[in-house]
Structures are given as structure tokens and as C-alpha cells.
């Protein structure tokens, strides 16, 4: 088993760019989490997903923020327009049966 | 807001010697979850604690739970230079849908040689 798989592993940007974070959840898991990890806030979710369907987005910091599920197998965070308040570490996490499964993490630098 | 918060923040001990970690949550909760990280690596799933479960080990692993008092412990015994990582819990509350963990700040536990 792979998994799960997010890209880019480091992504360096100006303020002002569009990021777009990618994760593929491991196969047959029906729940996908985004955290994002900071010194000052630790582990904060921002937002999941029950089979594709966004279930609490309450985490999302502001509108510059979404989430999208196309697929079983695919789910994308952005930033738009990125801001340096948002250098963190965004790790994607899987689930099936409760315990969850994280990539190693998308580490993002707003210049 | 945080669900967990762990005790003590950092903790540093010899190899062979047992390390405690400490948990405490705010709301009823349907499961309670430990995770390991290795530093820059993502987090991993060592145990899970239903609510109506007291102990539960796994290996080096022991953890409790006291609904009674909100709170956990994680026991890891006779450590290793290799334990030396962040340990989260992490809590399902009670009313969620969908397994929605909420994580502690973490314990830094450093395990020397």
C-alpha cells in the first residue's frame, strides 16, 4: 500500500500566489482530513470529507481558503491569493475505520 | 480550540527508562487516539481507547483512560533512542459525524543514549 500521497512536499511562494495543495487518500478509505501544523497553533483541521461530500468546514481560516473532493482518490486544498500568515506544514490524512492514515506533509513558505 | 492538551509539554529521559505522557479533554468523547511524529515526517497511528475501555497495550504501549476524569496516559516502557519523538492525542467527541479528531498540542519526548 502506498499510502497517502501529497504533493508538493515543499512549496516556496510570494505573497499575493495561488497554491494548490494535492493529496490521494489511500484506496477504500471513505474519510479525508486537512490539517495544518504550526508552532504557535499546533494541529489545527481545517476541513473533511465523508465520501467526497465536505462534512465541517468550520475550520477553514478565511474565504481564501477551499477544499475540493472531485473523486474518491483525489482532493486538492487552495490558497488564493496566499498571504505569509499561511507558512505551515498541510498534512493530509485517510480514514476508514477511525484511525487516520497522514501524508508527510505539503510544507508551505509565503515570502 | 483544543480538545486535548498534554502533560508535560517536553520530557526527557535515559534509554531504558519508562516515559508518561498525560492527556486531558474537555467534552465526552467516543474514542481517544495516541499518535507518534518523527520530526518533518508525518504523524502516525499507535492506539485507540474506546470510551468504554480502561487499559489497552500494545507492546511497549500501554495507555489508560478515565472518563471520570477526562483524561489519558500514555505509558511507553523500557525506552529507546528511536522513541524519541512528538506524541499527540487526539479525541472523537461525542457528537461528531464522521470520526472528526481533534488533536492535543503534543508532548516532546527526547530519549538519550
Known amino acids: 500500500d502506498a499510502g497517502v500521497i501529497q504533493s508538493p512536499r515543499h512549496e516556496v511562494t510570494e505573497m499575493g500566489q495561488e497554491v494548490t495543495l494535492r493529496c490521494k487518500p489511500i484506496?477504500?478509505?471513505?474519510?479525508l482530513f486537512w490539517y495544518r501544523q504550526t508552532m504557535m497553533r499546533g494541529l489545527e483541521l481545517l476541513i473533511y470529507?465523508?465520501?467526497?461530500?465536505?462534512?465541517?468546514d468550520s475550520g477553514m481560516p478565511e474565504d481564501r481558503f477551499s477544499a475540493k473532493m472531485p473523486n474518491a482518490s483525489f482532493s486538492t486544498l487552495k490558497i488564493q491569493p496566499s498571504e505569509p500568515r499561511d507558512s505551515a506544514v498541510y498534512f493530509c490524512?485517510?480514514?476508514?475505520?477511525?484511525?487516520?492514515?497522514f501524508g508527510e506533509g505539503s510544507r508551505l513558505t509565503v515570502l | 480550540s483544543q480538545q486535548g492538551e498534554e502533560d508535560p509539554q517536553a520530557l526527557s529521559i535515559q534509554e531504558g527508562e519508562n516515559a508518561t505522557m498525560n492527556c486531558s479533554y474537555k467534552?465526552?468523547?467516543?474514542?481517544l487516539q495516541w499518535y507518534r511524529q518523527n520530526s518533518g515526517r508525518g504523524l502516525v497511528h499507535l492506539i485507540l481507547?474506546?470510551?468504554?475501555?480502561r487499559e489497552k497495550h500494545s507492546g511497549r504501549l500501554r495507555v489508560t483512560l478515565d472518563t471520570s476524569k477526562k483524561s489519558s496516559s500514555l505509558l511507553i516502557t523500557a525506552s529507546r533512542a528511536a522513541d524519541t519523538a512528538s506524541y499527540f492525542c487526539?479525541?472523537?467527541?461525542?457528537?461528531?459525524?464522521?470520526?472528526?479528531?481533534?488533536f492535543g498540542q503534543g508532548t516532546e519526548l527526547s530519549v538519550k543514549p
Open positions: 490524512a485517510s480514514s476508514k475505520t477511525g484511525e487516520l492514515f
Open positions: 484506496s477504500g478509505h471513505n474519510s
Open positions: 470529507f465523508n465520501n467526497n461530500v465536505p462534512i465541517d
Open positions: 467534552t465526552s468523547i467516543n474514542n
Open positions: 481507547i474506546r470510551s468504554n475501555e
Open positions: 487526539a479525541t472523537d467527541m461525542i457528537y461528531n459525524q464522521g470520526g472528526k479528531l481533534i
